[in-house]
């Protein structure tokens, strides 16, 4: 059983910034990535950001340059410092851990609004 808690979206103007971060607790083995996806009311669920256990990162091509993806090993945690936020970045951001060594089991937070409006 592994919990993810969601942490510090809000609103914020366009060309502001925020910082995401994503706490792991719980029955932890073996983490193989973690991630941030983000949804906007109707439309689907996108990558935002991903790093995997040996480092290797990967962005969308819409956050490249403004969105940087990190993480403490030390405290479980995850994070995501977004810079020069635009309208389209509006949307529920959801932190994933993948865990396991071949069986891979995926864990989702509950969520955390992120609004960029002037």
């Known amino acids: 059983q592994v919990q993810l808690v969601e942490s510090g979206g809000g609103l914020v103007q366009p060309g502001g910034s925020l910082r995401l971060s994503c706490a792991a607790s719980g029955s932890i083995f073996s983490i193989y ?3 941030w996806y983000r ?3 109707g439309k689907q669920r996108e990558l935002v950001a991903r790093v995997t256990s040996g480092g290797s990162t ?3 091509d819409s ?3 403004r ?3 990190s993480r403490d090993n030390a405290k479980n945690t995850v994070y995501l410092q977004m810079n ?3 309208p389209e970045d509006t949307a529920l951001y959801y932190c994933k851990i993948s865990v396991g060594v ?6 989702w937070g ?3 609004q992120v609004t960029v409006s002037s």
């Open 33 to 35: 990535a973690m991630g």
């Open 39 to 41: 949804q906007a009311p």
């Open 58 to 60: 990967n962005y969308a």
């Open 63 to 65: 956050v490249k340059g």
């Open 67 to 69: 969105f940087t993806i």
């Open 84 to 86: 020069s936020l635009k």
């Open 102 to 107: 071949e069986l891979i089991r995926h864990y």
């Open 110 to 112: 509950r969520g955390t």
